[in-house]
C-alpha cells in the first residue's frame, strides 16, 4: 500500500496521525510525506530557517518515509498564492505518488495554511481528475490548531475512525522531540504530556490504551 501524509507545515504529520504512520512503516507499507508550505527566507531569520530544513529531513530520516515532497510555499501566507497553482502543484506530487491512502489536516482548523491545504489537496483529488483510485481519504487533528477552533469555525472536527497507537506512541513523541522549535512545556497544547493524554483520551473512546483519531472524509469500501 502506498500511503501519503499532507501537512501543511511541518509537526502536522507527527501531532495528527504519527502513531498511524509507524504502523503503516511496521506493516511494510510505502509511506510519502507531503508538505505544503516552507518559512520564507525573506520573512524568517536565517537560523530558523535552516533549522526548520534540518528537522524536516531529521524527521523523514527517524520515520524512513520512501520520499518527501516539499512544495515550499510561504507558511501563514498560503492565501496569497494563487488557488490554480496550488492545485497543480499538489497534483503534480499526486501524480508522482499515485497514493492508495491520504491522512491530511482538514477543514476544521483555526490556522488558514490548514483549511487551504486540505481544500487544495481536495479539489487535486476530484475522483475525475486523477487515473489512480484513492481508497481513503482521513482528516487528523493537530493540537494548538483543530481544538483553538472550538466555538468559532464553522464546523468542528468530529472523529469516526481510529487507529490504536499503543505500540507506537512512544516512538511517535521521541520523534516529535526533533521539533525543537514546536513542542512545548506542559501543560501547552505540544507538550508531551499534552499529546499524551490526547491519545489516552482517543483510546479510551475505543477501548485501547492509547489512539489517534480521524474524519472519514471518503473511503472507497468495496470496487468491482
Known amino acids: 500500500m502506498k500511503v501519503l501524509a499532507v501537512s501543511a507545515h511541518p509537526d502536522d504529520e507527527t501531532l495528527g496521525a504519527g502513531g498511524t504512520l509507524l504502523k503503516h512503516l511496521a506493516d511494510g507499507d510505502e509511506v510519502f510525506w ?5 518559512p520564507d527566507p525573506n520573512d524568517w531569520p536565517s537560523d530558523l530557517v535552516r533549522q526548520c530544513l ?3 529531513r531529521d524527521v523523514a530520516a527517524a520515520y524512513g518515509f520512501t520520499d518527501v515532497f516539499e512544495l515550499n510555499q510561504p507558511a501563514a501566507r498560503l492565501e496569497q498564492i494563487a488557488k490554480r497553482e496550488l492545485i497543480e502543484r499538489f ?5 508522482s505518488i499515485r497514493p492508495d491512502r491520504v491522512y491530511t489536516v ?3 482548523d483555526a490556522h488558514s495554511d ?3 491545504t486540505y481544500e487544495t489537496l481536495m479539489s487535486a483529488l476530484k475522483p475525475f481528475r486523477r487515473e489512480f483510485d484513492v481508497k481513503g481519504i482521513y482528516a487528523y487533528e493537530v493540537l494548538s490548531s483543530t481544538d483553538a477552533a472550538f466555538g ?3 464546523h468542528t472536527f468530529a472523529p469516526n475512525a481510529f487507529a490504536d ?8 513523541l521521541d520523534i516529535m522531540e526533533l521539533y525543537e522549535n514546536q513542542l512545548q512545556p506542559d501543560p501547552f497544547p ?5 499529546i499524551r493524554a490526547l491519545a489516552r483520551y482517543r483510546g479510551a473512546t475505543v477501548a485501547v490504551q492509547y489512539a489517534e483519531a480521524f474524519h472519514v472524509v471518503r473511503e472507497l469500501l468495496h470496487r468491482h
Open 34 to 38: 507531503l508538505i505544503a508550505t516552507a
Open 54 to 56: 534540518a528537522q524536516v
Open 91 to 95: 497534483s503534480s506530487a499526486l501524480e
Open 106 to 108: 482538514g477543514d476544521t
Open 114 to 116: 490548514h483549511t487551504i
Open 152 to 154: 468559532w469555525q464553522r
Open 165 to 172: 497507537i499503543t505500540q507506537h506512541l512512544e516512538r511517535k
Open 190 to 194: 505540544r507538550s508531551r504530556e499534552s
